[in-house]
């Protein structure tokens, strides 16, 4: 299909698909599929079973059961979150959802600048800020550099993970084009008080504070988190410290309302060892991080909707450092960006098994980036890098449309206007075939778009203030199925996606520049199955291949995952693997890395009359095997935690 006319075919197949679909929506019989219950053992004592069709919401911005959208979505649960161990809540991401892929280069942090990790890839795209990140929905970037901030994702924050395999761009607009990671933050929804502290100690002197408390009565509802965690790291000058605060309240206005707001700060200091074979001195980041938003949300007979007012923002001091050898730097790099906007939807069913749902964006997006002296005796005169703003407006329609009691119809449009680029037009057409109650087959459409951020377009020497957006096209089938009461699930799906406008660095006359000259062509096979052997016995499957046209960084061939949950009693273990395979670390030698690592973690409860208590041990990389993630950037060996909750 030829890229030029993709975006006019498939706005015309749209407008009859959902021209057809509103005609038949009075007149067809249907009727709309209650969501799959899971099991009724007592939750703290078993295992939850497998459910395809669970609820969720990023995909159509509205609660809906995930047979019934053609997207493929992961959803990671609390309860897996926990289950995990892990402080942060990208590497949880990153060995339960199939395709998608993490970068790490230590013990705990991710870092910013030169040498950070945290780059997110699914299905081969996400380099350079092409996977969205959201906090309740709402987008999460540092305003001058385009990407998100990983180190601010903490475990204790999050509700469950809904993650997009694919472009959410009809939604979301730029930054989704390869996929979404939405976190939705915990609420406390039952009535009471519940509070929970957490302690931990490890390897490499890390250390892990928690405390949070949730509260609700009478439609009041809270949630009130601290987080401190820090670390040596497992190499000199590899030191990581955090500390976090958020804090969420809602309140339901009679049965139609809810207003909800919160608030994170987050204060982060890292230090950048450098490349093993080049180390660095010196280069420490400071970084204070803050966000907020006010959310209003609406229900009623025929539908629902909402209004987001959010705001995240950033300040940055980063010192580059030098070079064993060389002079130490005579100035430091600062930074305040910001990203702000609002966001509206209603989603109005009028008719039984029908769904329309049109929304509203606007946001501004930017900063100010500058060199200063690093002391009053320096003779460096401060430079201004780039002083810039972007404004951003879309607005998008949403048609779903039932037929006979298992087969859904879903397509929309987005149109979207960059205060730097042409109106950009992102349609999506899908359709998803329940051909039994335990059965689902998807096929999907869809257009992936990421304009070019600030620090291409203005910053430093490969800039480009004439770039233009990046674009891709996904083609996508699956299927899943359910078995044995909804204990055992399996869930296969194939794709093919076609990229263009790349940004990418050229050497023009030894001057490095930022072009759109990039193709791409990433295709392949994501396969994910659970299985409950019994109430207290669970084990979980995913296996991802990628075959590239090109060497992608970050990018496996092959990602392969499996785990064992065992819940006896009072104890709790759990057993996983995973093998990564054809990893390219740098694309210009074509240096790859292939690992196999094994980790566990075993916890025992003890419980009170008042306190509930959990004491934990983990394990990382078990087998103490060599293997780097970032080229230069060697994974720590065995690493070891253990610690205690309470819970009063």
């Known amino acids: 299909m030829s890229k030029k006319y993709f975006p006019q075919i498939t706005t015309t197949v749209l407008i009859v698909l959902l021209t057809v679909s509103w005609g038949f ?41 995930r047979s019934n959208v053609p997207l493929t979505v992961s959803v990671i649960e609390r309860h897996e979150i926990e289950a995990s161990g892990h402080s942060s809540i990208l590497p949880v991401l990153s060995l339960n959802v199939p395709g998608l892929f ?3 280069r230590g013990v705990t942090g991710f870092g910013v600048s030169e040498g950070a990790a945290g780059a997110i890839n699914i299905r081969g795209v996400g ?11 709402q987008p999460q970037w540092a305003g001058v550099f385009g990407h998100s901030l990983p180190d601010l994702y903490l475990s204790s924050d999050a509700e469950r993970v809904e993650v997009i395999r694919g472009p959410g761009s009809l939604l979301y607009g730029s930054n989704a084009m390869g996929g979404v990671v939405n976190i939705i933050t915990r609420n406390h929804d039952k009535e009471g008080r519940v509070t929970k502290a957490g302690v931990s100690y490890g390897s490499y002197n890390t250390q892990k504070y928690s405390v949070n ?11 009130v988190s601290f987080n401190r965690e820090s670390t040596d790291g497992h190499r000199i000058r590899s030191g990581f410290e955090i500390t976090n605060g958020f804090i969420k309240a809602g309140y339901d206005l009679g049965k139609n309302f809810t207003v909800s707001a919160d608030v994170a700060l987050t204060k982060i200091v890292n230090q950048n060892p450098g490349r093993a074979d080049d180390p660095m001195i010196d280069n420490v980041m400071d970084i204070l991080r803050g966000s907020g938003a006010l959310i209003v949300e609406n229900r009623h007979r025929y539908g629902s909707g909402a209004l987001h007012l959010f705001t995240n923002m950033g300040e940055h001091t980063i010192n580059d450092g030098y070079k064993i050898g060389g002079s130490p730097r005579n100035y430091l790099f600062n930074s305040k960006d910001h990203n702000t906007g609002v966001m509206m939807y209603e989603n109005i069913r009028l008719f039984k098994g029908s769904s329309f749902t049109v ?20 003779s460096y005169n401060q430079t201004t890098l780039v002083d810039k703003e972007v404004n951003e407006t879309a607005g998008y329609i949403v048609l779903q449309q039932d037929f006979f009691s298992n087969l859904t119809l879903n397509g929309g449009l987005r149109v979207e206007y960059n205060s730097v680029f042409d ?10 075939l329940r051909a039994t109650p335990v059965n689902v087959i998807k096929a999907s459409i869809s257009k992936g778009y990421r304009s070019p951020n600030i620090r291409e377009l203005y910053m430093f020497q490969p800039r480009n203030p004439d770039l233009l957006p990046e674009n891709m096209i996904n083609f996508e089938l699956s299927a899943g199925h359910t078995m044995l009461n909804s204990n055992l699930s399996a869930e296969l799906s194939l794709f093919y996606i076609d990229g263009w406008n790349m940004i990418q660095t050229v050497i023009i006359n030894g001057v490095p520049k930022n072009l759109n000259t990039g193709l791409f062509e990433n295709r392949g096979v994501e396969i994910q199955a659970s299985y409950r052997i019994r109430p207290d016995l669970r084990t979980d499957f995913n296996y991802s291949y990628l075959r590239t046209s090109k060497p992608i960084v970050a990018a496996p061939k092959h990602k392969v995952f499996a785990s064992v949950g065992y819940t006896p009693g009072d104890f709790a273990f759990n057993f996983n693997a995973q093998h990564i395979g054809g990893l390219y670390l740098n694309t210009a030698t074509k240096a790859q890395e292939s690992y196999t690592i094994f980790n566990a ?3 025992y409860k003890l419980d009170f009359k008042f306190i509930k208590t959990r004491f934990f041990i983990s394990g990382d990389n078990l087998t103490d095997i060599s293997y780097s993630i970032n080229e230069g950037f060697p994974m720590p060996g065995i690493t070891i935690l253990c610690g205690f909750d309470i819970i009063f």
């Open 213 to 223: 408390n949730g509260y609700s009565k009478k439609g009041f509802s809270s949630f």
């Open 601 to 603: 973690r075993a916890s």
């Open 127 to 137: 380099q350079g800020n092409k996977v969205l990140m959201l906090l309740d929905g």
């Open 102 to 104: 993490v970068t790490q």
């Open 25 to 65: 929506s009075a007149t067809v019989n249907v009727f709309d599929k209650e969501v799959a219950k899971p099991g009724s053992e007592n939750e703290k004592d078993t295992i939850k079973p497998v459910n395809l069709n669970t609820v969720v919401v990023t995909a159509n911005k509205t609660r809906v059961n």
């Open 423 to 432: 109106v950009a037009f992102i349609p999506q057409i899908g359709v998803s």
């Open 359 to 378: 929304g509203f964006d606007y946001k501004k997006w930017g900063g100010k980036a500058w060199n200063t002296p690093i002391n009053e005796s320096s």
